[in-house]
Nanobody, 117 residues
Framework: QVQLVESGGGLVQAGGSLRLSCAASGSIVRLHAMAWYRQAPGKQRDMVALITNGGSTDYADSVKGRFTISRDNAKNTVYLQMNSLKPEDTAVYYC???????????WGQGTQVTVSS
């Protein structure tokens, strides 16, 4: 079994910054792509940023130039540095990882990010 534990959420004013972390633990034979998703109340869960195990990245258009995803493969951890935060970034942020030879999909429990105007 694999567990993903997020941390770093909170309340911040517009224009501020937060850094999210997600550590994977458990039976990790191989860790493939890792990603951050977010879900605002009444909306679907959307991908925010993704990073492959080789370091290639992809971002939602709404966060390009403001958010940076990175990972530490030695620690099985992915990070999301969020700068110039806007009220519309308010959501529950979820960590996602593809693990193992079958690339099984795992989710974290989510961490709340609230940006006040």
């Amino acid at each position: 079994q694999v567990q993903l534990v997020e941390s770093g959420g909170g309340l911040v004013q517009a224009g501020g910054s937060l850094r999210l972390s997600c550590a994977a633990s458990g039976s990790i034979v191989r860790l493939h792509a890792m990603a951050w998703y977010r879900q605002a109340p009444g909306k679907q869960r959307d991908m925010v940023a993704l990073i492959t195990n080789g370091g290639s990245t992809d971002y939602a258009d709404s966060v390009k130039g403001r958010f940076t995803i990175s990972r530490d493969n030695a620690k099985n951890t992915v990070y999301l540095q969020m700068n110039s935060l806007k009220p519309e970034d308010t959501a529950v942020y979820y960590c996602n990882a593809l693990v193992g030879i079958n690339a099984k999909n795992y989710w974290g429990q989510g961490t709340q990010v609230t940006v006040s105007s």
